[in-house]
């Protein structure tokens, strides 16, 4: 076990092969390199948006959930908070674990956890961020509500996904959820790029 600077405990996921790879067999360790170079930079505009819109400020603890090579965690350090990212892919954390080191982010760190079993207690974190993340989750609700679990009740928690009723995630329960009429999306415009 290790402190977090959220003053959490919290453990690695106790290993196997399997760790990091999805219900339908993709692998996202053998994926983190490419994922850096190729699917980062589209990530990236929608990280700094979201946590533009959270208003998080210095010294504010942050759970990126599903946080992959980074894009939300580097912007949410570079803003002064401290972080913890978890990711159940064991290749992606190490990959993220080398850029905070590289950039001396000592009060940040990354840990292998699946996101809809979070292992940290609850009301740990002033906001909680997943992009593009726990859209992909099997149990996306269980993703929703352990990111709500684990932040203050002040706190805030945003979801970046895939656009609803087309491409990609067309048939995706969480992009129709999302896009139900009975839910008011934000009004603000996305950044170009956006996947599905
Ligand atoms: C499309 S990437 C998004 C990465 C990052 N949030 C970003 O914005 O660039 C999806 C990430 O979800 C992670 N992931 C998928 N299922 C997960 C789960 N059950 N628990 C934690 N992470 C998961 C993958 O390992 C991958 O890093």
Not at 61 to 83: E, S
Not at 105 to 119: K, T, Y
């Amino acid at each position: 076990m290790q402190a977090h600077e959220s003053g959490q405990q919290v453990s690695p996921v106790a290993g196997g092969e399997t760790l990091g790879a999805s219900p339908s067999g993709f692998d996202w360790n053998s994926f983190a390199a490419d994922y850096e170079a190729l699917g980062e930079p589209i990530s990236r505009p929608h990280a700094e948006q979201s946590l533009g819109l959270s208003g998080v400020t210095p010294g504010e603890r942050v759970i990126d959930v599903a946080a992959g090579t980074g894009a939300l965690t580097l912007a949410a350090a570079r803003a002064g908070a401290k972080v913890l990212a978890v990711d159940f892919s064991p290749g992606m954390v190490a990959r993220l674990s080398d850029r905070l080191r590289a950039e001396g982010r000592d009060s940040c760190e990354a840990r292998v956890m699946d996101g809809q079993a979070l292992e940290i207690d609850d009301v740990r974190f002033d906001a909680a961020f997943s992009i593009f993340g726990v859209m992909l989750f099997p149990d996306w609700q269980c993703g929703l509500a352990e990111m709500a679990r684990v932040c203050a009740l002040a706190g805030a928690a945003v979801s970046r996904c895939g656009r609803g009723g087309k491409g990609r995630h067309q048939s995706s329960p969480f992009t129709t959820h999302i896009a139900s009429p009975s839910l008011t999306p934000h009004p603000t415009p996305l950044p170009q790029g956006l996947p599905g």
